[in-house]
Every structure is written in C-alpha cells, then in structure tokens.
C-alpha cells in the first residue's frame, strides 16, 4: 500500500532553489534511503515531509490525504511522521526518561505512569534503561542519538524520518546508532533515512533517492544504484565514497591525520580488520619508509576497497624529476626490509612512467 506520495515538491528562498520537482512513492513498511553530497537537499525532503519546512509548491499525501492543505493537522502529523535530527534535542533539565515521557504527555495524552512505563520498555530494549534517572549530560553521544530515536518511537508513528542520524558522532559510536536503526526496521515502521553510511544503505535500502541540486537525480534499488547506475553524477558519486583520496605534500605530512583518515573510511566501507592492517603497513612502509626516504616529494595516493571480492586497491602518483620504480631500482639505503614485507602483501603490482609522473597500481 502506498503510504506516502510525493507530487512535484518545491521549495526556494528568494533565488535559492532547495527542492525542485520532486515525485516520488514510499510503501507502508519501507526503508528508503537519501543520498547525496552535502547540501543536495536530503535534509530539505525530509523536513518537507513532516512540514517542519513546508514545500512551496507540489503536493504529499499521507494515507489518503494531502499534508500540504492549510486544513490538516501539524500537530497530529508530528505524531504520526517523526523526525530525529543530526543533533540529539534532548532537553538537559530532564532526566532521560523525561525526555521520553514529555512529548508522550503533551501530544498523545497519556499519563505520567503511561508514559514512564513506556519509556523503560523503549530503554531496555535499546540496553539504556539503568540511565532512566540520570540526565542527559552523563550519555555518551552515541546513547543520545539512541534515546532521540527511541523518543521519537514512543510517539509510535506510522513514519520516521532520520536526518543524518550519525553524522555527528565519532567513528567508534556509529555501528551503535545504526545497530538501533536495524532493530528498528524490523518493527514493520516506513523510515526514510538521510545518511552518507554507504554499506549501511546497501544492506538495508528497499529504494534509494540520490540526491543533487535539490532534486532526486536517480533512484532504485540498492544493486541498481551502487552496482549499474544509469546516469553519469550517480556513478561518478558512488565511486567517489567507494575511493580515499589523500595526498602528502611533504616528509612533515600530518601522519597521525592520515592513519585517522583511513581508519574512518575503513570503518564506513566495512574494511576487515586484518585488510585495514595490510592498507596501514603498505601506507607505512611504501610511502613513509620508501618514496619519503628517497625524495621529499608530493604522493597523491587512492585507496579503494571492493567489498564484493574483498580485495583492496591502492594507487599512487608522484614525480622526483626521474624514473623511480621502489620494486625495480630499490630503496634509498642498503636496508631493503620494507620491500620484502611489501611483496609479501601484495599480490599484483603495475608500474608506469607517464610524461613525469611515476604512477604505481597495486591490489592485495
């Protein structure tokens, strides 16, 4: 059953275009995700659908009935279409358990010992319930992006819509939030989840929306979105958060940056961990202890991991003024541990001297 229908939505401010022509159909049950660069108008959709930010143009229907008319209930539709932010609004004069009770109080109606019962449920089940009577300031980022989305469910709407949900959150308390969202998706709720979690999308997605200038550019299933994109910005897009792109522009590089940088898109693209060890020691010995030591040189350097086969990719440009291939005319000193560890990483290695550029391609 169509639940939510989408009719030409506009929305601009002065010259500003933020959503322009937007149909779409959402399914009761779906999980719909959002993709898109910054800016591309995920969060606009979103916030046109529960009317936070009311469409200028088009029309939504909701079970039958147009939300954009003057006539329908903003109120009631808060209840039934939620919505948690990037940031997690809990309200730190209330324990977390308040912050859960309040809305079910003021818009449903239910009494205190109601919505305090519902509240432990909610907790319990996200494994928050001993921090019931404590305030807010002692959560975690990641609990509190729990307790928003569980605050949100005690509305129990027909409809969620997750705005970033993660994007604020550090590395290591992201699978948290998103171990709550699956959870979720099993409890027969439509969301519609705005997010750059790539592998995330790919495992839960029933449609994706990518989004670009505040229109859906392209939309389809996961496999058709991430596997066989039709149109050029898609591909160029997915193939841009299936790659790292990093460069060093000299021997006093920040290094601990870069070791976080890989480690955060090893964690986004869901690198095994003895795959994200073969990508540090390569980075390391190749780059640092190998082309740094024969010249202080820019490297431009790409790192792709392809979760289908499981097999990395690293690819590597830099100039020197000469010919420098580390495999053929070794390192810069007599010791030569650094290539032994490195040919036993790897498992196919191309090297190619283009105008003045050394270019290395290597898989493992």
């Known amino acids: 059953m169509i639940l939510l229908k989408a009719k030409n939505i506009g929305r601009k401010w002065d010259d500003k275009v933020f959503l322009h022509g937007i149909d779409f159909e959402i399914h009761e049950g779906e999980f719909v995700c959002l ?3 910054g800016n591309s108008g995920k969060s606009g959709l979103l916030r046109a659908v529960n009317r936070t930010e009311p469409p200028d143009t088009g029309e939504i229907w909701f079970k039958g009935k147009n939300i954009v008319s003057p006539e329908y209930n903003v109120e009631k539709l808060r209840q039934e279409i939620g919505m948690v932010y990037v940031e997690d609004n809990l309200f730190p004069i209330f324990t977390v358990a308040e912050n859960i009770m309040r809305p079910q109080m003021d818009v449903l109606r239910r009494t205190p010992a109601e919505a305090y019962n519902k509240a432990i449920e909610l907790l319990e089940w996200v494994g928050l319930s001993e921090y019931a009577e404590m305030y807010p ?9 729990r307790v928003s989305i569980i605050r949100a469910l005690a509305m129990e709407p027909d409809v969620i819509l997750l705005d970033e949900p993660t994007s604020a959150l550090a590395p290591t308390m ?5 171990a709550v969202i699956r959870e979720m998706s099993k409890i027969e709720i439509t969301i519609i989840m705005a997010t750059h979690e790539m592998e995330f999308v790919k495992e839960m997605a029933d449609q994706v929306f990518f989004m670009v200038d505040g229109t859906i550019h392209e939309r389809g299933t996961p496999d058709e979105i991430f596997n066989s994109p039709i149109r050029a910005r898609t591909r160029y897009f997915i193939n841009r958060y299936r790659f790292l792109e990093l460069k060093i522009n000299s021997r ?3 290094v601990l940056g870069f070791i976080t940088e890989i480690n955060v898109f090893a964690l986004r693209q869901m690198v095994p961990g003895k795959m994200l060890n073969k990508i540090q020691h390569i980075f390391e010995e190749l780059c640092i202890n190998i082309l740094l030591k024969w010249k202080d040189i820019p490297i431009e350097l790409i790192i792709g991991y392809d979760s289908r086969n499981g097999q990395c990719e690293m690819r590597l440009s830099y100039e020197g003024g ?15 541990f650094a290539l032994t560890i490195l040919r036993a990483m790897i498992k ?9 550029k050394n270019k290395i391609t290597m898989f493992f």
């Open 35 to 37: 993709i898109g660069a």
């Open 137 to 145: 300031e002692v959560l975690t980022d990641g609990q509190r992006q």
């Open 174 to 178: 992201v699978d948290e939030v998103l």
């Open 252 to 254: 006093k590089f920040d």
């Open 322 to 336: 000469m010919k420098y291939d580390p495999m053929e005319d070794g390192v810069c000193d007599e010791d030569d």
């Open 348 to 356: 196919s290695y191309e090297y190619n001297y283009v105008g003045s």
